[in-house]
């Protein structure tokens, strides 16, 4: 057993079938999976499962376009836009998370309105359930969907967080950004970042991810969600954090499949050598989700904390909150708050990145606490 294996086994956490069936819900089996094509792995978020997955739908004509998520630049600032892919290069063009608030229904519903065939849509959790209500009163949109794939999903960031990240980076550069992604590469992967006169850099991702962990620009829409798996999609994807695979020279992306739909389009891809899969364990993704998954899943917590900062949450859920829980969730919204106001801003990036460090293991801390 190589040492990977053995922490994994060390840290393994017990879920009953009552825990799988709250945090992850409905759904049929789970798989160790990457794209069979190292080209699209490139790039990619995890494994590239989710291109692959498009791309032979498309190429098998199970649906005609992707909804897409590209990163833009408008004036020289990084956002997220949805478009429709209907070839393998305009999907591979879409690769990678963008970590950056979204307008999904605003963009996507009329995408899908003028489009005259069957698409996948991959989205966030939320917005594949927001998706699915309109498609239970609008049958225009119920025919054209023919797949949806949902990211596993921790919570989203404003745009505030990206623009104060991007600006530093640019700063130092001396020169303006023309292109960006938020993570390539192998494990915790690094930051991208093209210039204009056509250099590249890379930077550690925790320059975004440490500010996006503690809460800080945290979408307040997030707060009120406890859907970290995609509850609505026909398929759900994500990373796959388990030590045994952190040398392994191949990421992968974690699989749930829930429906029909969901099944066609990954055993045909699995068997027609789009992608590669195995099975898995469900409750082996849930391991390498073992801190953020039940903290997200605990709205009750924030419902409670949310009154004390005149925040009105809705628990939905009236999950038992323990001493940790409420902690964390207070440091969540804490800091949602302070990034909400000019003087918060500046004590966040007036912070050394060593106290702000710091900061986010104690609040790992809490979030491991069961
Ligand atoms: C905000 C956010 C939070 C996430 N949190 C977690 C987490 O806590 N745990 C975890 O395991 N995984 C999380 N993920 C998912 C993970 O980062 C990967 O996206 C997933 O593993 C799929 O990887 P892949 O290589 O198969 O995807 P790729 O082949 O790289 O394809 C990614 C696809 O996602 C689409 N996309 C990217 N960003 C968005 C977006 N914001 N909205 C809609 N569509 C988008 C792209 O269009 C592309 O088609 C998160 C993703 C996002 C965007
Ligand atoms: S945490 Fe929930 S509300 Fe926030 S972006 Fe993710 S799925 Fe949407």
């Known amino acids: 057993m190589n040492l990977g294996a053995l922490v994994d086994r060390l840290v393994k956490k017990r879920w009953s079938d009552a825990d799988v069936e709250k945090y992850v819900g409905r759904h049929r089996y789970a798989a160790l999976t990457h794209a069979a094509a190292a080209a699209t792995r490139e790039l990619a978020a995890s494994g590239g499962t989710t291109s692959a997955l498009l791309v032979h739908g498309l190429e098998t004509g199970m649906f005609d376009g992707a909804v897409v998520c590209k990163t833009v630049l408008e004036e020289g600032r990084v956002r997220a836009r949805f478009s429709i892919a209907t070839s393998a290069s305009e999907v591979l063009a879409a690769r990678g998370s963008k970590y950056v608030e979204v307008t999904f229904m605003r963009e996507v519903v009329p995408l899908i309105k003028a489009f005259s065939g069957r698409l996948a849509v991959v989205g966030l959790p939320c917005d594949i359930t927001s998706l699915k209500r309109r498609a239970e009163r609008d049958p225009d949109v119920a025919d054209k969907v023919a797949l949806t794939v949902a990211l596993v999903c921790g919570h989203n960031s404003r745009t505030g967080l990206i623009d104060n990240v991007t600006k530093r980076i640019e700063q130092r550069a001396g020169k303006a950004l023309s292109d960006y992604r938020f993570r390539i590469g192998h494990w915790r992967g690094q930051i991208e970042a093209t210039f204009s006169d056509g250099s590249v850099e890379r930077y550690p991702t925790r320059r975004f991810n440490d500010y996006q962990n503690l809460y800080f620009f945290c979408e307040r829409k997030c707060l009120a969600c406890h859907d970290h798996y995609g509850y609505d999609a026909d398929v759900s994807v994500g990373d796959v954090w388990l030590y045994r695979l952190k040398r392994d020279p191949i990421k ?9 739909a969901g099944d066609r389009a990954v055993s045909a891809a699995r068997e027609q050598g789009a992608i590669e899969s195995q099975p898995l364990d469900v409750r082996d993704i849930m391991d390498g989700q073992s801190r953020i998954g039940p903290a997200h899943y605990n709205v009750s917590a924030r419902a409670r904390v949310g009154r004390r900062f005149g925040i ?24 949602m708050r302070l990034s909400e106001s000019e003087r918060g801003k500046r004590i966040i990036f007036r912070t050394p990145p060593r106290l702000i460090r710091a900061y986010l293991y104690v609040k790992k801390a809490l979030e491991t606490l069961r």
């Open 252 to 260: 992968h992306t974690g699989v749930i499949v829930r429906s029909e």
């Open 312 to 335: 009105p949450l809705k628990d939905t859920l009236h999950e038992p909150v323990r001493w940790f829980q409420y902690l964390n969730a207070w440091i969540s919204i804490a800091n």
